[in-house]
């Protein structure tokens, strides 16, 4: 078999490489560091972990929980090293950060098929390949990324508004249209404000605590996509004349066009997301949770992700991608991780894992394969293929990636726990398939 490169050694590149390796594929895994660093990492280690330490939570309840009972399900080598780098956070799986990064730099360098090599990739290399190179990608490779892709489709700046899951919007204080009567009625709802709402709503986002910028994180804000409590702080009446703003539109409860107006666009074909229209900020998550919870349609939100501003590189996954996320006549160049547009740290890595199934898969002649869209890793990667080209943006695990069930169930845990056996077990059948058929390709 050929060899595959792997490009990345952060944790869906260190996956990747792990997943072809047990296959029996020998892996060329390529990592910058030390000889070109990033603002952002602080060691030479494979699968360090920038952020947080917390690889949020491990109950199967929890989207998070869920994705990582899918990995388990996966043989992910991230998962397992977890285990061992553990240390207490209560239901959230917390890691001793360098342990953690020792403990899988130790596995990729003596696994007997992987060879790590300590340089900067700046041309995409002959598939098979793996580009997981994450959203610190050097400036050399992203401009050879550019020129296979095309430039539009290459993202430097993440302005992300907060989603809400569409079962906890109270539409009773909601109406649906567009401005103007412009396309389809059923477009946005919209969440009329009056005086008094709009007054604390803007109180809430000047007086709300935000997230310090790292260094290597600082960018300059956009005017067209500036946090909304920055906008807000040039004005009182600033939102009412921007994002907040009520025109071409009525209230049919009243006949007469809001005070101000918080308009939420559908994220998924199955309308079970919607999105706050400009809304993307640098509060923290108090803040916009209490911010948000100030809009009487959305007092009772579950907010499936938080709003962020901050520097990051990413792929318009379904404008330029395939299912599987290669682009157009080159099956086996496999783009994986933050790069593709998921967001968060298991994330990444199921994507790496994802993306190392694949090329597997199409080294043996076989054709590449997704798991249905009743898990969450599956979910995840419809999202990624059929968001809007135009508004996509990143997406973290969340239960409104899901299939609904064919018997709703309206207490939220009972649902979320139906939801997420039917996930384990329906993962547990597609990887038995792809078991099979790469059995019978080897």
Not at 24 to 30: D, E, K, N, P, S
Not at 59 to 65: P, Q
Request: charged share 25%; glycine share 8%; hydrophobic share 45%.
């Amino acid at each position: 078999m050929p060899e595959v490169a792997v490009v990345g050694g952060g944790l869906a590149g260190t996956e990747a490489a792990w997943q072809l390796a047990e296959r029996g594929h020998r892996v060329l895994l390529f990592e910058m560091r030390p000889a070109v660093a990033t603002a952002a990492h602080q060691t030479a280690g494979l699968a360090e972990l920038v952020c947080s330490n917390s690889l949020k939570s491990d109950e199967l309840t929890n989207a998070h929980g869920l994705l990582k009972a899918e990995l388990r399900e996966l043989g992910s080598l991230l998962l397992r090293v977890a285990q061992e780098a553990r240390i207490p956070a209560g239901a959230a799986l917390a890691v001793d950060r360098q342990l953690f990064s020792r403990l899988v730099s130790a596995a990729i360098e003596t696994q007997p098929n992987i060879e790590v090599r300590r340089e900067e990739v700046k041309e995409l290399p002959r598939p098979p390949a793996i580009i997981a190179s994450g959203p610190l990608t050097s400036a050399g490779l992203f401009d050879a990324i550019r020129r296979r892709l095309g430039s539009d489709g290459l993202y430097f700046f993440d302005a992300i508004s907060p989603i809400v899951a569409a079962d906890s919007i109270d539409e009773t204080q909601a109406f649906r249209a567009s401005r103007y009567g412009k396309g389809q009625d059923d477009a946005y709802l919209n969440c009329a404000l009056d005086r008094e709402q709009y007054e604390a709503l803007y109180r809430a986002l000047i007086g709300g605590e935000i997230h310090q910028a790292r260094e290597w994180d600082r960018v300059p804000y956009f005017e067209g996509c500036l946090p909304i409590e920055v906008l807000a702080a040039r004005d009182r009446d600033a939102l009412r004349f921007g994002p907040l703003k009520p025109v071409g539109l009525r209230d049919p409860r009243t006949g007469k066009p809001p005070y101000a107006v918080v308009q939420l666009r559908q994220e998924d074909r199955a309308a079970r997301m919607w999105g706050l229209v400009g809304f993307q900020t640098r509060l923290r998550y108090a803040g916009q949770r209490r911010a948000i919870q100030l809009i009487p349609a959305l007092r009772a939100a579950e907010i499936l992700r938080y709003g962020q501003v901050h520097r990051n590189s990413y792929i318009n996954f379904p404008a330029l991608l395939t299912a599987h996320g290669s682009p157009a006549g080159e099956p086996a160049l496999v783009f994986a991780g933050q790069l593709t547009g998921v967001e968060g740290y298991i994330e990444s890595a199921a994507s790496g894992l994802l993306a190392a199934i694949n090329i597997d898969r199409l080294v043996r002649g076989l054709e590449p394969t997704l798991p249905p869209a009743t898990t969450m890793l599956g979910g995840l990667l419809r999202y990624l293929r059929e968001a809007d080209p135009g508004n996509f943006q990143p997406m973290n695990a969340n239960f409104g990636l899901l299939d609904p069930l064919l018997a709703p169930q309206r207490r939220k845990p009972e649902r979320r726990r139906s939801l997420a056996v039917r996930a384990v077990h329906e993962m547990r059948a597609w990887l038995a398939g792809c078991e099979v058929a790469a059995g019978a390709g080897r």
